[in-house]
C-alpha cells in the first residue's frame, strides 16, 4: 500500500524557517516524481514545487514561493523535503506531498499544517 | 500565466448528470487532470489525461476536452459525490502546474 506521510509543519513567526519531510513507502520511490502541493484553509489547492526522480532532471517552483523554498529528495531513505525560509503569512495552508512529478498525482499524503503568525 | 476558469458551485439531484467545466486558453491542446476532494481529505485523482479514469474510480466519471473548455461528467450522481472538484493542467510555456479554482458539488 502506497503511504505518504508528512510531518514538520507547525506555527512559526513572519520571516521564519521551517522544513518539512515527506516519508514514502509501499511503491519505488526512486522511479516516481514528486510534488509538494499546499491548501490554504476553507481554499483551494496552489501547486508549489515539482521534483525528478534523481533531482537533475527537472526542479520546479510556483512564482509565489520562488527564491524562498527549495525541495529535494533523499532516494535511500524514501524523503522528499521542502526547506521553507523567509515565510510570510500568505504561505500558511496544510501542505501535500503527492506521487507524480511531470504526472497527474495519483497519491496523496494526508498534509502537515503550516501557520505563519507573530 | 495560464489560467483555468472553474464555476464555483454546481448543484444536482441525486441520480442526475453533474457537468463541471474547467475553462482555459485552447486548454484542448493540453492534458486535464481531475481530482476530488472530500472535506477533511486529501485530493483524489478521478480522471486522467482528459478522459483516463485511475483503477478504483466508478465509470460514473468521465471526462472530455476539446477547445477552451474541459468538462468532468458525473453520471447516475449520489449522495457521495458531494466534494470539491478540480481541474489541473501542466503549463508548459511556464513550467508550472495550474489547478482550477476548484467546484463544490452540492447533490440536492
Known amino acids: 500500500e502506497v503511504q505518504l506521510v508528512e510531518s514538520g509543519g507547525g506555527r512559526v513567526k513572519p520571516g521564519g524557517s521551517l522544513r518539512l519531510s515527506c516519508a514514502a513507502s509501499?511503491?519505488?520511490?526512486?522511479?516516481?516524481?514528486m510534488n509538494w502541493v499546499r491548501q490554504t484553509p476553507g481554499k483551494g489547492l496552489e501547486w508549489v514545487s515539482s521534483i525528478s526522480t534523481s533531482s537533475s532532471n527537472y526542479i520546479y517552483y510556483a512564482d509565489s514561493v520562488k527564491g524562498r523554498f527549495t525541495i529535494s529528495r533523499d532516494n535511500s531513505k524514501n524523503s522528499l523535503y521542502l526547506q521553507m525560509n523567509s515565510l510570510r503569512a500568505e504561505d500558511t495552508a496544510v501542505y501535500y506531498c503527492a506521487v507524480g512529478g511531470g504526472d497527474p498525482s495519483n497519491y496523496w499524503g494526508r498534509g502537515t499544517l503550516v501557520t505563519v503568525s507573530s | 500565466s495560464y489560467v483555468l476558469a472553474q464555476p464555483p458551485s454546481v448543484s444536482v439531484a441525486p441520480g442526475k448528470t453533474a457537468m463541471i467545466t474547467c475553462g482555459g486558453n485552447n486548454i484542448g491542446g493540453k492534458s486535464v487532470h481531475w481530482y476530488q476532494q472530500k472535506p477533511g481529505q486529501a485530493p483524489v485523482l478521478v480522471i486522467s489525461?482528459?478522459?483516463d479514469r485511475p483503477s478504483g474510480i466508478p465509470e460514473r466519471f468521465s471526462g472530455s476536452n476539446s477547445g477552451n473548455t474541459a468538462t468532468l461528467t458525473i453520471s447516475r450522481v449520489e449522495a457521495g459525490d458531494e466534494a470539491d472538484y478540480y481541474c489541473q493542467v501542466w503549463d508548459s510555456s511556464s513550467d508550472h502546474w495550474v489547478f482550477g479554482g476548484g467546484t463544490k458539488l452540492t447533490v440536492l
Open positions: 509501499g511503491f519505488t520511490f526512486s522511479d516516481y516524481g
Open positions: 489525461y482528459d478522459s
